[in-house]
């Protein structure tokens, strides 16, 4: 293909470099050295095989079959350490929500018994004072 556009380079104003760049462009331009180079970044033509009406076959789709199924066995591999962690965690959570839960019963067998301490030495309390009272009346 030929290129029949005008080439040109911007330079600054008044710059000693437009002559030399000129000279040595329109010197490759008559040898058809910048027509060659040109042409070797112009993209090449595509030939495509001609695939109309061929139906597809297994052996033509196997590579994305193995890439879905890959996919799909990673992602049931991590549901399934996703569950085996919940399950964990929920075994942990137990084990602490019925540790609490002993240690609040002790706790309150503790208090039942302290209390139940209090009432009797208030009731020793209170005859002592019964007594006391019916002496002095």
Known sequence: MRYDLPHALGFQQNSPYV????????????NGLLQK?????????????DYNG????????????IIIGTGFGMSALVWIME???????EEIQ???????IENEIQTLQVNQQNIAFQ?????????????????IN
Request: aromatic residues 8%.
């Open 19 to 30: 002559e030399l760049f000129s000279y040595h462009i329109k010197k490759m331009k008559e």
């Open 94 to 100: 137990f084990d602490n929500s019925r540790a609490w």
């Open 37 to 49: 180079i040109l042409d070797s970044y112009q993209a090449k033509e595509q030939v495509c095989p």
């Open 83 to 89: 569950k085996l962690k919940v399950t964990r965690q």
């Open 119 to 135: 009432i009797e030495k208030l009731k020793h309390r209170l005859s002592v004072l019964r007594v006391d009272h019916n002496q």
């Open 54 to 65: 061929k139906a597809l076959d297994i052996k033509s789709c196997i590579t994305i079959f």
